[in-house]
């Protein structure tokens, strides 16, 4: 059996994380776009995709319409597959400005 923390180090190295930064497409869609209903099912699939573990943080940009999110998958095909699941993706309605991926800061972790 593995230490604690080498265990998790080894689970880690299985996943990815990349950051995204999407921007809503509020100059090409009326503000009557963006429903209640539309909003109730992006909500309802980040939660889903949350609970899954795929989704690890996500914050309203602070500058324009948009999120910045913090996501953990395998590849960076199954991050651009849970993007492509979100509703206002899927609505034409958000544009994804950056997709990121990330690797460990090594100042936090000797060498193994």
Known sequence: MLPPNTANRTRYNKRMQFLSLSRRLVDKFPK??????????????????????????VWKRGDIPGASILWEAP?????????ESLPIYQAGMLEIVALIPLEPYPGFCPAI
């Open 75 to 83: 590849s960076e095909t199954e991050v651009r597959t849970a993007i």
């Open 32 to 57: 009557e776009a963006f429903t209640p209903e539309l909003a109730a099912r992006e909500t309802a699939r980040v939660r889903e995709l949350y609970a899954a573990g795929t989704l690890r943080q």
